[in-house]
T-cell receptor, first 112, second 114 residues
């Protein structure tokens, strides 16, 4: 069945450094790749997404890249801040209302 | 603009009992998806409702059922509760008609089965 693998499971960086989280997906028909941030006691929040017709997308300190051939996609956070500390989930789906499959999550710690 | 509202926020049930969880989607959204999130894991897809019908289902037994109402709100029902059903249940809304597939999640219902 469909699967999304996410690495690393835990990531600790110094404030100001960059953080990179990597994911792979198995369903070659996937064409929509969102990223979610989950803080303690809250539901996941959509922070950025990318569709398969583009290879990269940026929003301020956050960027996502997609390699459809290799079925890899990554989240890059630059100039990390303590408030970036949270659990991040990658996900994959097909547009048109199909289910979204989530990775297992990456717990990011940003040390001040 | 209210986001996704879930109720109750916490619930304690005994094995074998039944539970109903409720969700009101974000204004303008027509699709509701339910997820189960065990501690330290990613959300697992239970099912999705659109136009009052179950459109897709994940690998969950028939003990899990749901409903969507004409106002797009939704319920998740779980019968014959097991200890393993203890988890955070998340409701996510999106808009299939507007081709907006990113989810807006509620804060979840924390279910504990004892």
């Amino acid at each position: 069945g469909e699967n999304v693998e996410q690495h690393p499971s835990t990531l600790s960086v110094q404030e100001g450094d960059s953080a990179v989280i990597k994911c792979t997906y198995s369903d070659s028909a996937s064409n929509y790749f969102p990223w979610y941030k989950q803080e303690l006691g809250k539901g996941p929040q959509l922070i950025i997404d990318i569709r398969s017709n583009v290879g990269e997308k940026k929003d301020q300190r956050i960027a996502v890249t997609l390699n459809k051939t290799a079925k890899h996609f990554s989240l890059h956070i630059t100039e990390t801040q303590p408030e970036d500390s949270a659990v991040y989930f990658c996900a994959a789906s097909r547009t048109g209302g199909f289910k979204t499959i989530f990775g297992a999550g990456t717990r990011l710690f940003v040390k001040a | 603009d209210a986001g996704v509202t879930q109720s109750p926020t916490h619930l304690i049930k005994t094995r074998g009992q039944q539970v109903t969880l409720r969700c009101s989607p974000k204004s303008g959204h027509d699709t509701v998806s339910w997820y189960q999130q065990a501690l330290g894991q990613g959300p697992q897809f239970i099912f999705q409702y659109y136009e009052e019908e179950e459109r897709q289902r994940g690998n969950f037994p028939d003990r899990f059922s749901g409903h969507q109402f004409p106002n797009y709100s939704s319920e998740l029902n779980v019968n014959a509760l097991w200890l393993g059903d203890s988890a955070l249940y998340l409701c996510a809304s999106s808009s299939r008609s507007r081709e907006n597939y990113g989810y807006t999640f509620g804060s979840g219902t924390r279910l504990t089965v004892v």
